[in-house]
């Protein structure tokens, strides 16, 4: 599944090729997933942000909201892919003109156009926590957020409350590259410290990457990313953990499949807290 870097290299490919480009047309697959694309014709795509795996389209008066979902690709060509999986076409104006493709294979991308910033049709997006990247990510919130002890840490991390952008993949790094169990509930100052640098660390190296491509996730020019071979706990179980040689394990913590290093995440946190 596309997570921050991912949904930013893919916003880095498009946005040069769509900025400044009136929509002249639009077609969706029938299905409230892309029910309100028609809003977006006429209009002018002024800028393409990210807000944590969101893709943010600004046009105006309206704002395109799109979820890649499992399996969603996003990419521009002259005329229409030979892909049965093909669920929206944006037609855009403009020298060189061509069209703005969403494919995909499992249906779970969405496509909105909703007024600028209300979201309430998409709660995920309205309760958003701060952008990882961004100032706005600050560590003394970020450790209040995790201090405390209800719910496994991954879980929260995933809830995209205490932090917007991390899937399955770069919560798994990122707890391992601050040692700390994914079950932990609750963690304290010190290792949220090293937490709060992890995650900034372990999502500037994989946009540094154009993403890890695991599975189905391509870029805007429909390749593979290339952080798949720096990962350094996820889909490695039984394989050596870099830092200290001990095997990957694999578990399941908040009902996902989790990689860790029993070694360097050790369950008990005054353990951990120890080592630091
Ligand atoms: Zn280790």
């Given at each position: 599944?596309?997570?921050?870097?991912?949904?930013?290299?893919?916003?880095?490919?498009?946005?040069?090729?769509?900025?400044?480009?009136?929509?002249?047309?639009?077609e969706?697959?029938?299905?409230?997933?892309?029910g309100?694309?028609s809003?977006?014709?006429?209009?002018?795509?002024?800028?393409?942000?990210?807000?944590?795996?969101?893709?943010?389209?600004?046009?105006g008066?309206?704002?395109?909201?799109?979820?890649?979902?499992?399996?969603?690709?996003?990419?521009?060509?002259?005329?229409?892919?030979?892909?049965?999986?093909?669920?929206?076409?944006?037609?855009?104006?403009?020298?060189?003109?061509?069209?703005?493709?969403?494919?995909?294979?499992?249906?779970?991308?969405?496509?909105?156009?909703?007024?600028?910033?209300?979201?309430?049709?998409?709660?995920?997006?309205?309760?958003?926590?701060?952008?990882?990247?961004?100032?706005?990510?600050?560590?003394?919130?970020?450790?209040?957020?995790?201090?405390?002890?209800?719910?496994?840490?991954?879980?929260?991390l995933?809830?995209?409350?205490?932090?917007?952008?991390?899937?399955?993949?770069?919560?798994?790094?990122?707890?391992?590259?601050?040692?700390?169990?994914?079950?932990?509930?609750?963690?304290?100052?010190?290792?949220?410290?090293?937490l709060?640098?992890?995650?900034?660390?372990?999502?500037?190296?994989?946009?540094?990457?154009?993403?890890?491509?695991?599975?189905?996730?391509?870029?805007?020019?429909?390749?593979?990313?290339?952080?798949y071979?720096?990962?350094?706990?996820?889909?490695?179980?039984?394989?050596?953990?870099?830092?200290?040689?001990?095997?990957?394990?694999?578990?399941r913590?908040?009902?996902?499949?989790?990689?860790?290093c029993?070694?360097?995440?050790?369950?008990?946190?005054?353990?951990?807290?120890?080592?630091?």
């Amino acid at each position: 599944m596309p997570e921050l870097p991912e949904v930013e290299t893919v916003r880095r490919d498009i946005a040069p090729q769509v900025t400044g480009r009136r929509i002249a047309g639009a077609e969706a697959g029938p299905g409230p997933r892309y029910g309100s694309l028609s809003d977006a014709i006429g209009r002018t795509i002024l800028r393409v942000e990210r807000r944590g795996k969101y893709l943010l389209f600004d046009l105006g008066d309206r704002e395109l909201v799109i979820h890649l979902g499992m399996s969603g690709r996003l990419f521009m060509a002259p005329r229409p892919p030979e892909d049965s999986h093909l669920r929206a076409v944006l037609e855009l104006d403009g020298a060189g003109a061509g069209y703005l493709f969403f494919v995909d294979m499992r249906k779970f991308g969405t496509l909105a156009v909703v007024r600028p910033g209300k979201y309430d049709t998409i709660p995920t997006l309205a309760a958003m926590g701060p952008e990882p990247l961004s100032d706005e990510f600050a560590v003394e919130a970020f450790c209040r957020a995790v201090a405390g002890g209800g719910t496994p840490i991954k879980a929260l991390l995933l809830s995209q409350k205490a932090v917007a952008g991390l899937g399955n993949i770069y919560v798994d790094e990122a707890l391992h590259r601050a040692g700390i169990h994914p079950a932990a509930r609750g963690v304290d100052r010190k290792l949220a410290i090293k937490l709060h640098q992890a995650i900034r660390d372990v999502l500037e190296e994989a946009i540094a990457n154009r993403g890890t491509t695991f599975s189905l996730y391509r870029d805007g020019y429909m390749r593979e990313g290339n952080h798949y071979a720096e990962l350094r706990v996820y889909d490695r179980a039984g394989k050596p953990c870099p830092a200290c040689r001990t095997p990957i394990e694999k578990t399941r913590v908040a009902q996902r499949g989790t990689y860790f290093c029993p070694r360097c995440q050790p369950q008990s946190l005054r353990a951990a807290a120890g080592r630091s």
